[in-house]
């Protein structure tokens, strides 16, 4: 039981160019979300999905897409790297009812020069 | 618009004393408020989480203080160790509206030996 894994760990982009944050659940976890975690300002929700196919925007999604095509995946896409972007990435799941912890992969350290 | 305020930024506490972490929030609709623990490179972890029909909740060394009337609730460490030293999270979520965590801007605490 791995919980909530992201891929890389560590980036380095190029303005412009772009890429796309991986997770991964083994759950089976309805809730699925991104946030941005930057100095002083906590976690930031990007986008968040509470099921296969559904998507929804959160306080941040500028320059981000994300799609869930299964249950156990959720792939944050930046489009076209900016500076704005540099920071720390964390997907997290839940369960939609019942219990309502919700469980942080180990994170995804994005530098965009 | 920050709807959940955490302060202090950050916190230094002697070995054995008491470390106080305070949260404000705005929106009544808030039905869940959990603390999550950070440890430098990982993601955050559930430590400890309450519902405004209780005033206090203990477990362990690790107590959450309520006050609904204040909107306000407030994390307790007693006997802090050097082993607690983290960025702490303090959260609030309506479970009404998809789920999503509105998180505090984080303290980070340093507890000396």
């Known amino acids: 039981n791995a919980g909530v894994t992201q891929t890389p760990k560590f980036q380095v982009l190029k303005t412009g160019q772009s890429m796309t944050l991986q997770c991964a659940q083994d759950m089976n976890h309805e809730y699925m979300s991104w946030y941005r975690q930057d100095p002083g300002m906590g976690l930031r929700l990007i986008h968040y999905s509470v099921g296969a196919g559904i998507t929804d925007q959160g306080e941040v999604p500028n320059g981000y897409n994300v799609s869930r095509s299964t249950t156990e995946d959720f792939p944050l896409r930046l489009l076209s790297a900016a500076p704005s972007q540099t920071s720390v990435y964390f997907c997290?799941?839940?369960?939609?009812?019942?219990?309502?912890?919700?469980?942080f992969g180990q994170g995804t350290r994005l530098t965009v020069v | 618009q920050q709807q959940v305020k955490q302060s202090p930024q950050s916190l230094i506490v002697q070995k054995g004393g008491i470390s106080i972490i305070n949260c404000a929030y705005e929106?009544?609709?808030?039905?869940?408020f959990p603390w999550y623990q950070q440890f430098p490179g990982k993601g955050p972890a559930l430590l400890i989480a309450i519902r405004p029909d209780v005033s206090e909740k203990k477990e362990g060394r690790f107590t959450i203080s309520f006050n609904k009337s204040a909107k306000q609730f407030s994390l307790h460490i007693m006997d802090s160790q050097p082993g607690d030293s983290a960025t702490y999270f303090c959260?609030?979520?309506?479970?009404?509206?998809?789920?999503?965590?509105?998180f505090g801007s984080g303290t980070q605490l340093t507890v000396l030996p």
């Open positions: 997290a799941s839940s369960y939609m009812t019942g219990g309502t912890e919700a469980f």
């Open positions: 959260a609030a979520l309506d479970s009404g509206s998809a789920r999503q965590l509105t």
């Open positions: 929106n009544t609709a808030f039905d869940y």
